[in-house]
């Protein structure tokens, strides 16, 4: 069966400083990706989706950026955190062509 | 992004109680998914729709794809303090791989 993991699971980072949150899938190939954003008591907001290695679709402006170096990894960055980059982000993943998104554990950020 | 009208925004209510709350949309979906997220966890899966009108069940939740596709309604029967939590709608147009997202209906439940 499939799993997905992401960490870590709770991360406080001063303004300022880089982020590197990291999302893997387990039992699977090719999955699609995807990095969400939830703020508190809001809902989902898409930020960057991957249909594939080295390749990376953003939704929003931001200072977050995305990379995928390998198939089943996905990975969130930030040179320099801004207070507004609080939040919960969620990786999910999908198979190739089939619509159903199922969603990792999440990682909670605090930007102080 | 979210343009999926999701109601209610939330809602109190009694224990053995059924819930309905639904989603409306301008635009016509091929995919029609149904969520629920505790506190500080991901969002699960319940119930994914795929044609228009199909009826699907899974255990107490009851969820519909609209016949126009721009719709869909979750219900739960007799509820149980555990369905505490948030509820999301999510829809998918055809050759899209992006998923818009209703604001969530949170359900409170008293014992």
């Known amino acids: 069966s499939q799993t997905i993991h992401q960490w870590p699971a709770t991360l406080v980072q001063p303004v300022g400083s880089p982020l590197s949150l990291e999302c893997t899938v387990e039992?699977?190939?090719?999955?699609?990706l995807y990095w969400y954003r939830q703020a508190a008591g809001r809902g989902l907001q898409l930020l960057f989706y991957?249909?594939?290695?080295?390749?990376i679709s953003s939704e929003v402006p931001q200072n977050l950026s995305a990379s995928r170096p390998q198939d089943r990894q996905f990975i969130l960055s930030s040179k320099k955190l801004l207070l507004s980059d609080s939040g919960f982000y969620l990786c999910a993943w999908s198979a190739g062509g089939l619509e159903t998104q199922y969603f990792g554990p999440g990682t909670r950020l605090l930007v102080l | 992004g979210q343009q999926l009208n999701q109601s209610p925004q939330s809602m109190f209510i009694q224990e053995g109680e059924d819930v309905s709350m639904n989603c409306t949309s301008s635009s016509i979906f091929n995919t029609w998914l149904w969520y629920k997220q505790e506190p500080g966890e991901g969002p699960v899966l319940l119930i994914a729709l795929y044609k228009a009108g199909e009826l699907t069940s899974n255990g107490r939740l009851t969820a519909q794809f609209g016949i126009t596709r721009k719709d869909s309604f979750l219900n739960i029967s007799a509820s149980i303090p555990s369905d505490v939590g948030i509820y999301f709608c999510?829809?998918?147009?055809?050759?899209?791989?992006?998923?818009?997202f209703g604001a969530g209906t949170t359900v409170t439940v008293r014992a």
């Open positions: 991957s249909v594939g290695i080295g390749q």
């Open positions: 039992g699977t190939s090719n999955p699609n």
């Open positions: 999510a829809g998918q147009k055809s050759g899209d791989y992006k998923l818009s």
